[in-house]
């Protein structure tokens, strides 16, 4: 069980807006910064949003983060097939003192 | 830019220990925190351990507590990861992170992972 709550899929149809929830706590994401990644199939994880809402050099202003009290989001508009992936929330736990991530989820475009 | 690469993986026996190393290049690697991530075959994201800029700082996750160590050499741009008394359960691509200027601050950089795999 995953300390920081994800849905386990999502899915959406080229073009359209997908939304990927992130639900934590106050030792966690109320407290803390969230981080976004996305994991293509068989590569290494890639970062996608960092401190909530900014996007590295590099990935589409298609992706969006953001984040209020115990929870953040992730959104992608005009969904591509080549977003199909996995994506992964994270963010530092004060209570466990040390970096936590969501379960995951598998996005699939239709 | 970036490059970690990871290397030690393989299979080891339960019980038995495993030296995991991360060559890091392409960014002053003593003036960044560093990480060890891991991923069971066909599971999601675990972070494992993490060490701050001059090693002064370590933390781990309660799964691997007691039975495993980081370090890092900044003379040779290295990090490691000794893990002792390892059982099924630690199966797994470990990934070598590049954190920020402290352990509080996300990950920004992978490795490509290298895999372990313990069973007898």
């Known amino acids: 069980q995953s300390v920081l709550t994800q849905p386990p899929s999502a899915s959406g149809t080229p073009g359209q807006r997908v939304t990927i929830s992130c639900s934590g706590s106050s030792s966690n994401i109320e407290s803390y910064y969230v981080y976004w990644y996305q994991q293509l199939p068989g590569t290494a994880p890639k970062l996608l949003i960092y401190k909530n809402n900014q996007r590295p050099s590099g990935v589409p202003d298609r992706f969006s983060g953001s984040s209020s009290g115990t929870s953040a989001s992730l959104a992608i508009s005009g969904l591509r097939s080549e977003d199909e992936g996995d994506y992964y929330c994270?963010?530092?736990?004060?209570?466990?003192?040390?970096?936590?991530f969501g379960g995951g989820t598998k996005l699939t475009v239709l | 830019q970036v490059q970690l690469v990871e290397s030690g993986g393989g299979v080891v026996q339960p019980g038995r220990s495993l030296r995991l190393s991360c060559a890091a290049s392409?960014?002053?690697?003593?003036?960044?925190?560093m990480h060890w991530v891991r991923q069971a075959p066909g599971k999601g994201l675990e972070w494992v351990a993490g060490i701050s800029y001059d090693g002064s700082n370590k933390y781990y996750a309660d799964s691997v507590k007691g039975r495993s160590t980081i370090s890092r050499d900044n003379s040779k741009n290295t990090l490691y990861l000794q893990m002792s008394s390892l059982r099924t359960e630690d199966t797994a691509v470990y990934y070598c992170a590049r954190g920020g200027e402290d352990s509080r601050s996300g990950i920004d950089y992978w490795g490509q992972g290298t895999l372990a795999t313990v069973s007898s």
């Open positions: 392409g960014f002053t690697f003593s003036g960044y925190a």
């Open positions: 994270a963010s530092w736990d004060d209570s466990l003192s040390g970096w936590v």
